[in-house]
C-alpha cells in the first residue's frame, strides 16, 4: 500500500510539474504575442494590415492633408491626389474607418469654396489634367450633397463642352499644346466624363456623351497604336508641327511606361460607368485585351516590372519603373476581376505586383511604406522644350512615394485583396 501511495505521489507531483512547464509555457508565448502587438502597435503603420491600408496610411503620414499629396507645397487644383483618394474611397467603403473619409473630404473643404469656385482652377487653360480630380467631388456630392460640389462640377463639365478638339473630334491634351492628343489625356478626362455622365445626364444627351468618351478611345486605336508591337506611343500631333512628331504619322518617338500605365486605366476605369448594353463596350474590352498582350510581352521574365521606355530593356539608363509597373499591374487584375480578361492573365498580374513588393518597396522603422523608383515627371513640347527622345525619358528626375505610383498601387492591392 505504501509503495502504490508513493507511485500516487510520484505521478501526482509529475503532472503538476507538466501542468506547471505547460502553464509558463503559456505564459511566455502570450507575453511574446503580447509584447509583438504592443511593438506592432507603437508603429505608425502596423505590418499586419493589408498593402492597401498600409500604403494609405504610409500616405496619409507623409502627407497629413490630402492636398499636400504629391508633394505640394500649397493648395493646387492638380490631379495625382485624386489617385490615392479614389483607394481611400474604396477602403472608406470597406473598413468603415472615418479617418479615410475625413482625409477624402478634406480636399473638397480645401480646394471648393463655399461659392464653388475651385482653387488655382482656370477653365479658360482648358487642360484636360484638371479634370481627374472631378472624380473627388462627385464622390463628395453624393456623400454630403452640398451645392459648392455640384457648382464646381458643373464648371468641369463645361470645360469638357469647350475643350478644343482635332478635327476628327479627339480632345486637345491643353489649349497650350494645339492639335495634341496624350494618352495621359485619356485618363484625366474619360473616367470623370463617364462618371458625370452616368450621375447628371438624361436620354439624348447621355448617350451623345458615351458615343463621344468611346470615340476617344477609337481615335487613339487609329492614331496612336503601333500595329507591329501592339503598343501605344506617348503622343500624336495631328498637324505635325510639333518638332517631336514623326512628319508623316505625327507619332512621338517612343513608349513611354506612364502614357501606356494611364490609357489602361483609362479603359478600365469608364468601364465602370459606361451601359452595360453600350455597343462601345465590347470595343473597350478588346481594346483591354490588346493591350494586355503588348504589356506582357515587354514585362520583365525576372522581376515581372516594367521599363521606364518598355521597349528598350537593357538599354543604358532604362530602369523598372514604379508607377508603370502599378498602374498595369491594377489594369490587368481589375480586368480579370471584372471578367474582361480570361482569369490566366492574372498569374503576370501577379507577377508584377510581387515584383513590385519584392524590389521597389522598402518599410521604415516605424511601418511607414515607401514605394521607390518612381519617373516625376514628363511630357512633351513646353519650355524647356522636351523633345521625347530615348535620352529624355531616362533622365528625368526618379524619386520615392509619387502619387502617381502609390495610388494605382492602393488601387492594385485592392483588387488582390477582394475575396
Known sequence: MIFI??????????????????????????????????????????????WSERMLLSEMHRFPESWMLDFSKSPKWTYPAAIVLDGAE???????????????????????????????????????DLLNSGNVLLYLYEKE?????????????????????????????????????????????????????????????????????????????????????????????????????DKQ???????????????????????????????????????????????IKVQDKENGLWYQVLDKAGEKGNYTEASASAMFVYTMIKSVN?????????????KGYDGIIKNLITIDENGVVNLNKCCAVAGLGGKPYRDGSYEYYINEKIRSNDSKATGPFILASIEFEKK
Open 90 to 128: 474604396q477602403l472608406y467603403a470597406k473598413t468603415g474607418k472615418k479617418e479615410y473619409y475625413d482625409y477624402i473630404s478634406n480636399f473638397g473643404k480645401k480646394l471648393v469654396k463655399e461659392d464653388g469656385t475651385i482653387l488655382t482652377y482656370e477653365l479658360e487653360k482648358y487642360n484636360i
Open 145 to 245: 450633397k452640398k451645392e459648392k460640389y455640384l457648382k464646381a462640377l458643373q464648371t468641369l463639365r463645361l470645360q469638357i463642352k469647350g475643350q478644343p478638339r482635332t478635327n476628327e473630334g479627339s480632345f486637345w491634351h491643353k489649349k497650350i499644346y494645339p492639335y495634341q492628343v496624350w494618352l495621359d489625356g485619356l485618363y484625366m478626362g474619360m473616367p470623370f466624363y463617364a462618371h458625370y455622365t452616368k450621375d447628371f445626364s438624361k436620354g439624348n444627351d447621355a448617350a451623345k456623351a458615351y458615343d463621344d468618351i468611346v470615340f476617344q478611345f477609337d481615335s487613339a486605336q487609329k492614331n496612336l497604336l503601333d500595329k507591329k508591337t501592339g503598343l501605344l506611343y506617348h503622343a500624336w500631333d495631328e498637324s505635325r508641327q510639333q518638332a517631336w512628331a
Open 338 to 350: 471584372k471578367g474582361y480578361l480570361p482569369k490566366s492573365y492574372k498569374v503576370y498580374a501577379k
Open 5 to 50: 501511495s508513493n507511485k500516487i505521489k510520484i505521478l501526482t507531483l509529475a503532472i503538476l510539474q507538466t501542468g506547471i512547464v505547460w502553464t509558463s509555457a503559456q505564459s511566455v508565448a502570450k507575453n511574446k504575442t503580447e509584447t509583438a502587438a504592443k511593438a506592432e502597435s507603437g508603429k505608425i503603420v502596423p505590418a499586419n494590415l493589408n
Open 249 to 295: 504619322t505625327g507619332l512621338s518617338p517612343n513608349f513611354w511606361g506612364r502614357a501606356m500605365g494611364w490609357y489602361g486605366m483609362a479603359m478600365v476605369d469608364v468601364l465602370d460607368y459606361l451601359p452595360q448594353n453600350h455597343p462601345g463596350r465590347a470595343r473597350l474590352i478588346s481594346y483591354i485585351r490588346s493591350f494586355a498582350d503588348a504589356i
